[in-house]
């Protein structure tokens, strides 16, 4: 079953703009990492929060994470069409290494 | 370093057959977990190995099975193909301390 669900299921843009989807999930967590996957390729790993970190960043990504509301979020300032993909959020909940990823949020940026 | 490596890339097979998908984690990578990606049900846990023992496992029939060797390579089956086991199954591989996992470019599987 999935611990995570993204919003929104979909997202367009225009090159330059700024791409901001959220996470929630159910149970309480010891991390939530975000990774990207580009046209039914491999999963590659995006950012790593943990449950007692509020902002990170990398980059042009800037990761948020609000534990009372099991939410976080994901931004990616002055897209690229080559940020064009799919991104999920993922936790592990027993910190067991065993992840749970939600369904993921398409995001595609025009030129 | 080279990353994870799956073979076969791409498959397509008959149900009722059984299917074996290879592994090979990044050099140095001892932990090779299985995901299974499909439309309906997303990216979903299958199992998880470690010094070729299994140290979680998903929620998956017994049809599903894996192993890994003593070189870290991990192997992956499941009997008795059914229509709803095509999928794309992703293979990742981590240093035991860490939860970055290393994701391969995934074998997809059809089933006919």
């Known amino acids: 079953s999935q611990q995570g669900e993204e919003d929104p299921q979909a997202l367009s843009i225009q090159e330059g703009e700024n791409a901001t989807m959220n996470c929630s999930y159910k149970t309480s967590i010891n991390n939530l990492q975000w990774y990207r996957q580009n046209s039914g390729r491999g999963l590659v790993h995006l950012i790593l929060?943990?449950?007692?970190?509020r902002e990170k960043h990398s980059g042009r990504l800037r990761v948020t994470l609000d534990t009372s509301k099991k939410s976080s979020s994901l931004l990616i300032t002055a897209s690229r069409a080559a940020d064009t993909a799919s991104y999920f959020c993922a936790t592990d909940a027993d910190n067991d290494y065993k992840l749970s990823f939600g369904a993921g949020t398409t995001v595609t940026v025009r030129a | 370093k080279a990353g994870v490596t799956q073979t076969p890339r791409y498959l397509i097979k008959t149900r009722g057959q059984q299917v074996t998908l290879s592994c090979s984690p990044i050099?140095?990578?001892?932990?090779v977990s299985w995901y299974q990606q499909t439309p309906g049900q997303g990216l979903q846990f299958l199992f998880e190995y470690f010094s070729e023992t299994q140290r979680n496992k998903g929620n998956f029939p017994g049809r599903f099975s894996g192993r890994q060797f003593s070189n870290s390579r991990s192997e992956m089956n499941v009997s008795t193909l059914e229509l709803g086991d095509s999928a794309l199954y992703l293979c990742?591989?981590?240093?035991?301390?860490?939860?970055?996992?290393?994701f391969g470019p995934g074998t997809r599987l059809t089933v006919t």
């Open positions: 929060i943990r449950s007692n970190e």
């Open positions: 990742a591989s981590r240093v035991f301390s860490s939860y970055e996992q290393y």
């Open positions: 050099s140095g990578h001892r932990s």
